[in-house]
């Protein structure tokens, strides 16, 4: 009886490792998109997508627009890179399943002036958490 309870101990020390491991992996793809995003880091900022990932994300004239991460990259390109923009982000919650993941990342602008939700869905692709597509709305009361 103790030998089983040694193996059931062990499998599942074995498969709690691999879901912090998973964890830790989709949340290195989304500190990436949150750093590149927050220091005008365009190329980490890029790393965290996959090349043909979708960005369905209303625009400032309030048209919804689908982007890819170039375009939204684009965004940054102007902020000094390495310099801090104001955009404070953090994980709120990852699910996994299997080799697909979402997330949910909260990104607040300077002093909370304003705030999103951004919704992602990631993919392992080759070993590698990327983000295929996000969406997110502004939760704040933004002026009318």
Do not use: C
């Not at 691999?18 to 880091?41: D, F, M, P």
Request: avoid cysteine; charge should be positive.
């Amino acid at each position: 009886m103790k030998q089983y309870i040694f193996i059931f101990i062990t499998l599942f020390a074995i498969q709690l490792s691999n879901a912090q491991s998973e964890h830790a992996s989709v949340e290195k793809t989304l500190q990436n998109y949150i750093h590149g995003s927050s220091y005008n880091e365009l190329e980490q900022l890029k790393s965290a997508f996959t090349e043909n990932a979708t960005l369905y994300l209303t625009g400032r004239d309030k048209s919804f627009k689908r982007y890819t991460p170039n375009e939204y990259a684009g965004f940054f390109k102007n902020g000094e890179k390495g310099k801090f923009n104001g955009r404070d982000g953090k994980v709120l919650a990852i699910e996994i399943v299997n080799d697909i993941a979402w997330a949910k990342v909260e990104i607040a602008g300077p002093e909370r002036s304003w705030v999103y939700i951004d919704l992602f869905l990631l993919k392992k692709i080759d070993n590698e958490w990327k983000i295929i597509s996000k969406t997110a709305t502004r939760t704040d009361n933004p002026k009318k």
